[in-house]
């Protein structure tokens, strides 16, 4: 019943968006920090964008600064990620996730950070 949802992912051509949607349920959705990570084949999972729980502070790894949005609707216990001009390099599978930490966001978060992961979603960015 504690369980992360991701949605939203699947092949889209370069320069297009994507919304990625996170349902939680089985938590108390505002008391936890959101974010999401992604991880390409061969590699690390990175961080990629975090919110608060008020939705106070949001924070980005560079290379998706300026294109990708990260928002929280607490009533809705959901988490988004609108992804706009999309590159072939942000192909990967992305991750929901949440930790219980009251603070701002000071990125990157570490995996470490995580309490709750969803499965993921996959999203494939074509050239």
């Known amino acids: 019943q504690v369980q992360l949802v991701e949605s939203g992912g699947g092949l889209v051509q370069a320069g297009g968006s994507l919304r990625l949607s996170c349902a939680a349920s089985?938590?108390?959705?505002?008391?936890?920090?959101m974010a999401w990570f992604r991880q390409a084949p061969g590699k690390e999972r990175e961080f990629v964008a975090a919110?608060?729980?008020?939705?106070?502070?949001?924070g980005y790894t560079d290379s998706v600064k300026g294109r990708f949005t990260i928002s929280r609707d607490n009533a809705k216990n959901t988490v988004y990620l609108q992804m706009n001009s999309l590159k072939p390099e942000d192909t990967a599978v992305y991750y929901c996730?949440?930790?219980?930490?009251?603070?701002?966001?000071?990125?990157?978060?570490?995996?470490?950070?995580?309490?709750?992961w969803g499965k993921g979603t996959l999203v494939t960015v074509s050239s």
């Open positions: 996730a949440a930790d219980r930490s009251p603070l701002g966001i000071t990125v990157p978060l570490m995996t470490k950070d995580i309490d709750l």
């Open positions: 089985g938590i108390i959705f505002g008391s936890y920090r």
């Open positions: 919110i608060s729980r008020s939705s106070g502070s949001t």
